[in-house]
């Protein structure tokens, strides 16, 4: 049985447009000790899937409106607030994308990661903070000791993110979700990061939701990929898989628009024109048609399935593509066809 089980997940939110779905019938599954991505460009769905696995979405401007969340084999939607609590931190933590906003500027960082032991370990104060130092020392801070007495503001981007990796190991859950966590940090932190991320992971048999926009970044630190579009899972695969036989379009396109160092001299990167739809107003097909240099009438009419188009043994692969469904008419060679459309 997996650790999480995310059916058929539907989320909806309140706009002066009407309500709009940001989750769209998203499935996928983390094992125990595995790292899985969800990877997709901003406001695809992936942190309101994060919130929603969290019970983060609160009505009346949101709400989870199907589907099941299994943790353990427990729906974490049915779950009533106090029920829910007991799960954040202990079970599932979180790692939010901006530990500036995230951390509270008027508590020092030693005193916002006692707090999670003494609520949800129920020790006393003085264990409590020799257990923060140890995190602190856990993820390379250095003089752990007297950064304990730190506000949030007298920290560096990357300490400041190295704060909240040690809170949301402190009560050593069995599964982080991991939300852009590098977005505000200069390359040479965010490698730092991934790679302490990665270790600890794998020292302390957490499994990990990475979520990013950057395909770049996920080739060293998943297993699995779920690539996610418009609200909905359009491609998911193993990472090694993924990367050497993409399927749909929308996963071509960004890893076309990932720096490498191996392009020839001169070589350009090959961008995505358009942008995402509104969620508000979806195309009547697949969502990405719009942008998509090899759509036909199919693609503009029927919604497409997420089905297998490649069986693997540990691995199958999966797409939302009617190009690549039963002798469609693409194939992996069309990746390396120019994607630009007109914006």
């Not at 002066?16 to 769209?24: I, K, L, Q, S, Y």
């Not at 933590?93 to 030693?110: C, H, K, R, W």
């Not at 264990?127 to 003089?143: D, N």
């Not at 069995?174 to 200069?186: N, V, W």
Request: with cysteine; hydrophobic share 40%; proline share 6%.
């Amino acid at each position: 049985m997996a650790l999480l089980e995310v059916r058929d997940l539907r989320t909806e939110f309140r706009t002066a447009r009407g309500p709009v779905t940001a989750v769209d019938g998203v499935s996928f599954t983390v094992d125990a000790g595995e790292m899985v991505a969800l990877v997709g460009e901003s406001g695809c769905g992936k942190s309101a899937t994060a919130q929603s696995i969290m019970g983060l979405i609160v009505p009346p401007a949101g709400q989870v409106t199907g589907g099941q969340v299994l943790f353990e084999g427990r729906d974490l939607v049915t779950l009533n607030k106090r029920e829910m609590r007991a799960v954040r931190g202990k079970g599932i933590a979180m790692i939010f994308q901006d530990p500036m906003t995230s951390l509270n500027p008027v508590l020092t960082v030693g005193r916002q990661i006692t707090e999670a032991l003494e609520l949800h370990l129920g020790i006393g104060r003085r264990a409590a903070r020799r257990r923060a130092v140890e995190l602190l020392e856990l993820v390379r801070i250095p003089a752990a000791a007297t950064r304990l007495g730190s506000y949030p503001h007298q920290l560096s981007g990357g300490m400041r993110q190295r704060v909240m990796i040690a809170m949301a190991l402190s009560c050593e859950p069995k599964l982080i979700l991991a939300d852009e966590i590098t977005t505000a940090l200069d390359v040479t932190i965010q490698a730092q990061i991934l790679d302490l991320l990665r270790d600890l992971a794998r020292e302390t048999g957490t499994a990990v939701l990475f979520i990013t926009h950057d395909l770049g970044v996920v080739a060293g630190m998943a297993e699995r990929v779920n690539v996610m579009y418009a609200g909905q899972i359009v491609e998911k695969a193993g990472t090694v898989d993924l990367f050497h036989r993409p399927q749909m379009p929308y996963t071509w396109g960004l890893l076309g628009s990932v720096p490498r160092l191996d392009l020839v001299k001169g070589g350009k990167l090959r961008p995505i024109a358009g942008r995402p739809p509104e969620l508000s107003a979806m195309p009547p097909g697949c969502r990405f048609e719009p942008r998509c240099v090899h759509a036909r009438d199919t693609c503009r009419e029927e919604v497409p399935e997420l089905v297998l188009t490649h069986e693997r043994p540990d691995r199958d692969q999966r797409t939302r593509c009617w190009g690549m469904q039963g002798g469609g008419w693409l194939s992996t060679e069309d990746r390396f066809k120019d994607q630009a459309v007109p914006a």
